[in-house]
């Protein structure tokens, strides 16, 4: 009790944990077949127009891969891109 009345008030425990990180993803998927240039192309294209979002800090691209929606484990293939946006 007496390690808890002095140190208790100077740590930062939370029993809720923060659920909003200002995290967005955004997958693609092009039609099978779609070559690495064509998939760069357009992510490209989809990052000129979330970067020009003034509340966006960074953005992560990955190609070839996505991970996580609808689908319970990562795709993979030239035809995949994936955004993750930090606001």
Same mark, same amino acid.
């Given at each position: 009790?007496?390690?808890?009345?002095?140190?208790? !008030?100077?740590?930062?425990?939370?029993?809720? !944990?923060?659920?909003?990180?200002?995290?967005?993803?955004?997958?693609?998927?092009?039609?099978?077949?779609?070559?690495?240039?064509?998939?760069?192309?357009?992510?490209?294209?989809?990052?000129?127009?979330?970067?020009?979002? !003034?509340?966006?800090?960074?953005?992560?691209?990955?190609?070839?891969?996505? $991970?996580?929606?609808?689908?319970?484990? !990562?795709?993979?293939?030239? $035809?995949?891109? $994936?955004?993750?946006? $930090?606001?």
């Amino acid at each position: 009790v007496y390690t808890m009345q002095v140190w208790g !008030p100077n740590m930062k425990i939370g029993y809720i !944990p923060v659920y909003d990180q200002s995290k967005l993803g955004l997958s693609l998927e092009l039609p099978a077949g779609a070559s690495l240039e064509e998939t760069d192309r357009v992510m490209r294209q989809m990052e000129e127009v979330v970067a020009s979002t !003034p509340e966006v800090a960074t953005i992560f691209t990955t190609i070839g891969r996505i $991970q996580g929606g609808s689908r319970g484990a !990562p795709e993979t293939g030239r $035809q995949f891109g $994936q955004l993750n946006i $930090q606001l």
